[in-house]
């Protein structure tokens, strides 16, 4: 199989979503992260058992933070795909980057840039 | 433990708005176990700082420290050398502990991180539940080890009031009526004939109704 997906994705491997952490999340932005999703297996089909139930409440957590703090929680999603389900892989690829493409650039990488340029 | 929650983040950047460079210093204690002020919040609030900041085309510098506790001279000293370096601090302390950091560094203007709610126990993973208002005069062993002070909407000693429905309180369904759990519990003990005794008017004098409370063992002081 041989699928493409947008060039702007960074991949961040975990061992599992259970180990996705707020801080982990917030600072993927405060980095410059225009968006970030998190890509778990299917609900009931963790292997940790409650791993990517967890990451789903994480997730809620930190878009409400990331409202709160006027970056906008809705650069920040999570999906569940088969870990067999390449094509559906590729295909969340794209709809995260057509969403995040139509929201802009996040205010802080904007401002990352001007200090550079500064 | 002391159970808090983290103030909404634009009333602690309203509290820093003149600010470039702060400390902002967690609690291991009782405020790490309902995760408002541990290390891990105290991250968490770091990134999400500089970020409102970087937002607004501003830099704000954040020193992160997590003491063991902030109600104690011994762990407070602790930060007594990197102090003056800040332009003020921010601590997620509960109440006790931003106080006591206020007292001690008199100098530096000191702002509270979270809202310090009550004392209370973990019900559950994420839930926390008040269990004392340290009125001063314990009566858990008159009431089958369950408070009403705390607990009875009402405290009353003498409970249930008319309001207790199946086993609820009548300001909230979801909300257990401490009367009826007392109850419950005087019978499991076989101890029901305790209900009939009438507790007596408590003398408040020892809450906060007799002004600020103080403990001194002479024979612990120096
Ligand atoms: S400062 Fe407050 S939160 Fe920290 S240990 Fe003391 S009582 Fe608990
Ligand atoms: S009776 Fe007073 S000291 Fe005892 S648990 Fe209730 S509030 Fe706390």
Redesign the pocket.
Known sequence: MRLTYPDSIRIIRLPCTGKVDVILMMEAFRKGADGVYVVGCLEGECHYLTGNLRAKKKVEYTKKLLDEIGVGGERLEMYNIAASDGPRFAEVAKEMHEKIKALGPSPIRGALQNKEAA | MIVAERKPIDEIIEFMRDCKKILLVGCNECVTVCYAGGKKEVEILASALKMAFMKEGKELEVEEVTLERQCDHEYLEEIRKIIDEYDAVVSLACGVGVQFMAEKYFRTPVFPGVNTLFMGVTEERGVWAE??????????GE?AGI????RCAKRLLNGPCGGSTKGKCEINKELDCAWQLIIDRLKELGMLEDYEKLIPIKDWSTERAGGPRKVVREDLKQ
């Open positions: 269990r004392c208002q340290g009125c001063g005069k314990c009566i858990l009431t408070c009403p002070v705390s």
